[in-house]
T-cell receptor, first 115, second 111 residues
């Protein structure tokens, strides 16, 4: 089945630093990929979506590019703020039939941004 | 605008006791609905999904069951809780299956 790998368990930065969170995936189909962000005590929020059609997603200063060659979908942001501190999940959707999909999540990367 | 509500916000229950968690979606007609479980500090695991009233598919067996009694309602339940059921339960919805939008979650502690 499909799988998603986030190697970084935690990333610690200072405000205005550059953010890079690694995500690689494995699938036998054309992927649709997502980044979700989860703040403490809340449900995950959809941050970005990328398909093979558009290759790149941008939202709230975050950017992710789908690279078929390296099967990667890394998340980047030029300048982080303390308010970006949260857990970031990479996810891959797998067709489950009848117009629905099964999301497979990575293990998440905790981002801590110090002022 | 669509809203998703989960109840209760948190529960503390004894091992062996029954459980019922609920989820309601407003502002979307005939959504696909999902239940997820998240261990503390862990990833999200899909448990069930439903594409229509009365039909629920199981993804992972965790001694839990789910039902969809109304178009906008999804219920997660068990007759006997285990310690391993502790965690964060999330309901999600989608239209056409790709982007899924999550509710605020229910924190369950089993003692």
């Amino acid at each position: 089945g499909d799988s998603v790998t986030q190697k970084q368990g935690q990333v610690t930065l200072s405000e205005d630093d550059f953010l890079f969170i690694n995500c690689t995936y494995s699938t036998t189909t054309y992927p649709t990929l997502f980044w979700y962000v989860q703040y403490p005590g809340q449900g995950p929020q959809l941050l970005l979506k990328v398909t093979t059609a558009n290759n790149k997603g941008i939202s709230r200063g975050f950017e992710a590019t789908y690279d078929k060659g390296t099967t990667s979908f890394h998340l980047q942001k030029a300048s982080v703020q303390e308010s970006d501190s949260a857990v970031y999940f990479c996810a891959l959707v797998e067709w489950a039939g009848a117009n629905t999909g099964k999301l497979t999540f990575g293990h998440g990367t905790i981002l801590r941004v110090h002022p | 605008a669509q809203t998703i509500h989960q109840w209760p916000v948190a529960e503390i229950k004894a091992v062996g006791s029954p459980l019922s968690l609920g989820c309601t979606i407003k502002g979307k007609s005939s959504p696909n609905l999902y239940w997820y479980w998240q261990a503390t500090g862990g990833t999200l695991q899909q448990l069930f999904y439903s594409i229509t009233v009365g039909q629920v598919e199981s993804v992972v067996q965790l001694n839990l069951s789910a039902s969809r009694p109304k178009d906008d309602q999804f219920i997660l339940s068990t007759e006997k809780l285990l310690l391993s059921h502790s965690g964060f339960y999330l309901c999600a919805w989608s239209i056409q299956g790709w982007e899924q939008y999550f509710g605020p979650g229910t924190r369950l502690t089993v003692l």
